[in-house]
């Protein structure tokens, strides 16, 4: 199916704004590759890696094609690759070796059975953060990682969200994100979305924890070039802490003897 023109506009946007991502298909701001990136560096060939939060594997199946979603598929680089969701649609995604369907809060999944956890634009939709990373903490072996990315409360994203009610997400975001499907939107809470709501469940002695936020490409800016423009300006303007999004690497220590941190 081709794209519509407000489609093709956003897209002839970003290649105006981005010329690099005519190598690669991705600009020098993409979270997606800060994001997996790291979340590669830590993975070794032994590991169980959950997918929290997997759903149907939207970008598997909407953009197998394109350079950065290869990134995202773990199949082969470590040795089981499992996708938990509270939707059935995660037994069709495509990028795993097991599905699991999560019940209530709880992960179908034995104490200390995963190694890496990662949990891609999720965090936001968490309603109990403490009950939430109690369970986190269950599954996930000593010295093992949870990584999340999550747009931050106080950057322009958490903003907008917080202000407009769920019931009108989707309508609005048909106009602000013309690629964005409705199967893929889901209610919000952004109750674990600021450093201290991780400094407050990511105890320090039980984790050791960086937290740091980023700003990607202009996302909600619809095909509009000057609010584009506008938004990287702001971009280079706000405070690091009002960046759009975090990202989260919290490992599991040891012993309750080893203090955490949370570093900028």
Not at 135 to 160: D, H, Q, S
Not at 218 to 231: E, H, K, M, Q
Request: hydrophobic share 40%; charged share 20%; glycine share 6%.
């Amino acid at each position: 199916m081709g794209c519509s023109s407000r489609e093709r506009a956003t897209v002839n946007i970003r290649q105006r704004l981005y010329p690099e991502v005519a190598v690669g298909g991705y600009s020098r701001t993409d979270t997606t590759v800060e994001f997996y990136v790291r979340v590669g560096t830590l993975i070794a060939p032994h590991h169980v890696l959950l997918d929290l939060g997997a759903g149907r594997g939207s970008e598997h199946i909407d953009a197998a094609d394109e350079p950065v979603t290869k990134m995202r598929d773990f199949r082969g680089r470590c040795a089981r690759v499992i996708g938990a969701d509270v939707d059935s649609a995660v037994f069709e995604n495509p990028s795993l070796d097991e599905a699991v369907q999560l019940v209530g809060d709880t992960l179908p999944l034995d104490d200390n059975s995963v190694d890496i956890i990662i949990c891609d634009w999720v965090a936001e939709h968490i309603s109990d953060p403490a009950a939430f990373v109690s369970e986190i903490r269950r599954v996930l072996k000593p010295e093992g990682w949870f990584c999340a990315r999550t747009p931050n409360r106080w950057g322009y994203i958490g903003i907008g969200t917080n202000i407009v009610p769920n019931k009108l997400h989707v309508a609005l975001l048909k106009w602000l994100q013309p690629n964005r499907k409705e199967i893929d939107v889901f209610p919000t809470h952004y109750r674990l979305n600021t450093r201290a709501a991780f400094q407050k469940v990511f105890s320090t002695n039980d984790w050791q924890t960086t937290a740091y936020a980023v700003n990607g490409e202009p996302a909600y800016f619809g095909n509009s070039t000057f609010l584009w423009r506008l938004a990287q300006l702001m971009f280079r303007l706000l405070p690091p802490d009002k960046a759009a999004i975090w990202l989260v690497f919290a490992q599991r220590v040891k012993s309750a003897e080893v203090p955490g941190s949370a570093n900028a």
